[in-house]
């Protein structure tokens, strides 16, 4: 289950198109190899509760081609609550917060209301659908079959305390499992939440927490030690409250690497002059964390430093509109536009501009060709759990390799060791390494890539869907069955 739009529908369409954003591309083709059912937020504007869902266009090549409309239950969210909960504590508060932005996180006990109310709302959802599992399984003799209930993401920490509840109450038999694909922050930042002790209570109603990374599982057990007073064991990542002990693991996410490999393989040029400049590549939703005005700035001063790249290279971004309605990012929205406005008026001559910078979202394939295509890949955020852009880039590198630059600030930059690690706050070492990727040669571009490749390609989306399972125990069930919601 997660708050996240499995398909948005244009009014009078029919069609699904796919918002963009890591959680969908990862959790879509789980869904889908387990034949679960997907419990989310349909979108605000789009249709009315109790509306049939429409299948995705299986000729789309997008990570919903092949879900089918009956595994799909719909929640829906009023206005009210798009603003006090989404708008609110889950964009406003806990993302902020939970990157280690506190300035930015506002703080109040109306949207937290409405926080813990929607997942309430999705935690009845989801027992609905469990009711109707276990009487199927009953009737068909299935009694030792447990199914697994998946929750992902901080819009939804609080759902299992409900939905533990009420299982106790009915005796339902179920497993609760949460993955958490943003960082988890440190106890010093964690405790600046006013309801801090209800998000780790809500966190340990699960049998299993699932982080990209061990940095996060760390802080969470921390929190659970020092804020609840739990009994924990860092070595084996347990957490004990109240007689129940959870397990804890770190599980990198990874990416449909093959699928990637085919849409490169594919698709047609992107760029028309890519012999006579270099392209440098940002992709991203527009969002403060992922870095983009610091990014800007030290291709600002690759430009300065070295004017011999004028007329040489690009950079070209995409930026993905994301929270349109939250202050934060109309404001990121108006920077970007002066900053590129103001670089472009700088270094610009009749026939080249520096920054090309598309305020939108591309096709898969477009996005795939971009990521072939391009000499350079600029994955400097300021913080981010994991970060799929750069493991996309380096799937699609199938000609001559290119260099990926990353943030050891995202969950990847911890992971993807032969990229060029930079810490995006120092501007002129940025701007170095951009240089540095630019001018690397074709030896060490390959040398790296391959490893990058080799590792992602391993450990590909489907690696840690099944080592998912295989943590929550779903693998090891006597005869292999096994319902995922
Ligand atoms: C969260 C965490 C974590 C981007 N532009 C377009 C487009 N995208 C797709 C990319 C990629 C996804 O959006 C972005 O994923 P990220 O991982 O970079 O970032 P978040 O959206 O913040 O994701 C993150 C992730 O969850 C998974 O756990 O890695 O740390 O913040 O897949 O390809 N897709 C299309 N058009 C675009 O213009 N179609």
């Not at 699904?16 to 789980?30: E, I, W």
């Not at 079959?145 to 005796?171: F, G, M, S």
């Not at 090309?356 to 400097?380: M, P």
Request: glycine residues 6%.
């Amino acid at each position: 289950m997660s708050m996240k739009r499995a398909h948005r529908f244009k009014a009078g369409h029919g069609r699904a198109s796919m918002p963009a954003g890591g959680l969908v591309t990862a959790v879509a083709p789980v869904v889908i190899e387990c034949k679960g059912l997907w419990i989310g937020w349909t979108g605000l504007y789009d249709f009315e509760p109790g509306t049939p869902i429409p299948e995705a266009d299986p000729k789309d090549n997008a990570p919903t081609a092949g879900l089918l409309s009956k595994q799909i239950i719909p929640v829906h969210i009023d206005r009210k609550e798009f603003e006090d909960y989404y708008n609110g504590c889950c964009n406003g508060t806990i993302w902020p917060l939970f990157h280690s932005m506190p300035d930015r996180a506002v703080f109040q006990a109306k949207t937290w209301k409405a926080y813990c109310a929607v997942n309430t709302k999705f935690a009845e959802s989801t027992l609905q659908a469990l009711r109707k599992i276990l009487d199927d399984l009953d009737r068909e003799g299935k009694t030792n079959v447990t199914p697994i209930i998946w929750i992902h993401d901080y819009q939804l920490l609080t759902a299992a305390t409900y939905i533990r509840h009420k299982c106790e109450q009915e005796n339902l038999r179920c497993r609760l499992a949460f993955f958490l694909h943003i960082p988890f922050p440190a106890w010093d930042l964690m405790r600046l939440f006013p309801w801090d002790d209800q998000i780790l209570q809500g966190m340990l109603a699960f049998d299993f927490v699932g982080f990209h990374i061990e940095d996060y599982c760390l802080n969470f057990i921390d929190c659970c030690c020092r804020r609840l007073g739990c009994r924990v064991d860092r070595n084996n990542m347990l957490v004990e409250l109240a007689g129940r002990t959870v397990q804890v693991n770190a599980l990198p996410i990874g990416i449909p690497f093959d699928r990637f490999v085919k849409m490169a393989e594919t698709a047609p040029q992107s760029i028309k002059d890519i012999h006579k400049v270099k392209v440098i590549l940002g992709v991203d939703r527009l969002d403060y964390t992922k870095g983009l005005v610091h990014r800007i700035k030290a291709f600002e001063r690759l430009l300065e430093n070295h004017p011999e790249y004028s007329e040489k290279v690009r950079f070209l971004q995409v930026s993905v509109p994301s929270r349109t309605d939250v202050q934060e990012y109309k404001q990121l929205k108006d920077e970007m536009d002066q900053l590129i406005g103001r670089i472009n008026g700088r270094f610009s001559v009749p026939n080249w501009s520096p920054i090309r910078y598309i305020y939108g979202s591309l096709t898969q394939d477009k996005l795939a060709s971009l990521y072939r295509d391009s000499a350079v890949a600029l994955v400097t955020p300021l913080r981010d759990g994991m970060n799929l852009v750069a493991k996309e880039y380096v799937a699609c590198q199938i000609r001559e390799p290119g260099v990926l630059i990353l943030s050891p600030f995202a969950g990847a930059g911890g992971l993807m060791h032969e990229a060029l690690l930079v810490n995006p706050y120092e501007l002129d070492l940025a701007a170095n390494t951009i240089h540095r990727a630019l001018t690397m040669s074709l030896d060490e571009r390959e040398l790296r890539m391959t490893q990058l490749r080799n590792r992602e390609q391993s450990l590909d989306v489907n690696h840690w869907m099944r080592s998912c399972l295989s943590a929550m125990g779903a693998l090891k069930s006597e005869d292999g069955e096994n319902d995922l919601m």
